[in-house]
């Protein structure tokens, strides 16, 4: 009677479950509750890979070897695996050591004695497998048949809170993923907002400042004496006020320019001449050169890329640090495409271009690329964002790691050349 009030007990929490750590937490507790033993194990069978089963949650003594381990084991190499998966019934090997149907190797690792698996059946087939048993000295502890019952009956159950649970993990990553366009979409019509703007104002800014220029260009500076340090400031206001025009213009462009075979490794080595100029001589600079693949893209967009990178960079530093820029070549599969926003499989050269300066919140991250969006004092919000545009451009993506009080670090994925 008690292990039907057990049972009853654990199926209700079982439906409340929303995530597989909760399904793991009550299936822990379960059968410890209703057997002798004290560790639990959830694997399933990947429909996508029929040549294995992989470990999805685990409890007591066996977990943490499991995942330093073997989260994933080949169904070739185990024919108890086999054996569940093809007959969708009750193993139990008494003595692990002993039996033919282990993986001597896996039994060595763990320490397995009695292994008990109940398969997980769902609409009529077998996805997966409940797992159980003893360990070391625990010895060999054949299960009784109540307890086979039990774990049968909490199987069957145990089906339908997975499926339940996996169907909410894919739609919390549907609504991540819609939530994710929504935001991309409002960047874009920030972007194209900034493209309306530049167009009516960059046209009548330039000429203005070409007439304050050239004004001041004929001023003869010798007999100002000190007032030439305000003529040169002057200069240089306005020569920022140019740059902020071409950042606006380049922002509000639909398109880049005529692409051709870039070396990445030379248009980082022609910018960073270009820009030096502007870098305190106490600020350090690094450029380490890297094998990678050509790309192909406007080289003005690009130089103006890596230039906006450098400038936040040097800003970020301040009066006294290290800026480091390295090029190479990188191969994302899925996986590592899908850690990054935007990111995408396949071939790509990298160029990194990490500060020393006091880093970037986290809850600050996700919004450096937006137009206007800026942390420092004199900052435009432009040019992080020209950044992603070009990239953008040129069919790439753009990330940033930070630790707050460890510097920066962006990345610039470009497709390599094929």
Not at 142 to 170: C, G, K, N, W, Y
Not at 367 to 392: C, N, Q
């Amino acid at each position: 009677m008690r292990t039907v009030e057990q049972i009853l007990r654990h199926s209700g929490e079982l439906q409340q479950a929303r995530s597989l750590a909760d399904l793991m937490r009550t299936t822990g507790e379960a059968v410890q509750a209703m057997t002798r033993y004290h560790s639990a194990w959830i694997a399933w069978f990947d429909p996508d890979r029929v040549d294995e089963v992989r470990v999805l949650a685990a409890s007591g003594a066996v977990e943490a070897t499991v995942w330093e381990t073997s989260p994933v084991v080949p169904r070739g190499t185990d024919a108890m695996v086999e054996e569940i998966a093809a007959g969708g019934r009750v193993i139990v090997v008494e003595d692990a050591r002993t039996d033919p149907r282990t993986n001597k190797e896996m039994v060595a690792r763990f320490g397995n004695r009695t292994i008990v698996n109940v398969p997980i059946i769902l609409r009529g087939s077998v996805r997966g497998m409940l797992g159980t048993g003893s360990f070391g000295d625990e010895g060999v502890v054949v299960p009784t048949p109540q307890e086979l019952e039990s774990l049968a009956i909490f199987a069957s159950q145990l089906a339908p809170a997975f499926d339940r649970v996996h169907a909410l993990a894919a739609q919390a990553k549907a609504e991540a993923a819609q939530l994710t366009l929504h935001r991309h979409l409002e960047s874009l019509q920030r972007v194209e907002l900034m493209g309306v703007l530049a167009a009516g104002v960059a046209h009548d800014l330039n000429n203005l400042l070409s007439v304050a220029m050239s004004s001041l260009a004929s001023i003869d500076r010798r007999p100002l004496g000190d007032d030439a340090e305000a003529l040169a400031d002057a200069t240089t206001a306005l020569e920022r006020m140019g740059d902020i025009s071409k950042q606006l213009l380049l922002l509000g462009r639909e398109r880049a320019g005529p692409h051709r075979p870039l070396d990445l490794n030379d248009k980082v080595a022609s910018t960073l001449a270009l820009v030096r100029p502007s870098i305190p001589r106490s600020i350090s600079v690094v450029h380490a050169r890297g094998a990678t693949p050509m790309v192909e893209g406007d080289p003005v967009q690009l130089e103006q890329a890596v230039a906006n990178l450098v400038i936040n960079a040097r800003d970020a530093v301040g009066k006294q640090g290290r800026i480091e820029l390295s090029v190479d070549e990188q191969l994302l599969d899925e996986v590592s495409a899908g850690r990054m926003s935007g990111g995408r499989p396949g071939r790509f050269a990298r160029l990194r271009v990490s500060d020393d300066g006091p880093g970037i919140p986290a809850e600050l991250q996700r919004r450096v690329f937006d137009p206007l969006f800026t942390t420092k004092p004199l900052g435009t919000g432009l040019g992080l964002a020209v950044v992603s545009r070009v990239v953008e451009q040129h069919k790439g993506f753009v990330s940033v790691h930070s630790v707050p009080g460890h510097g920066a670090t962006f990345e610039l994925y470009l497709p390599a050349l094929q």
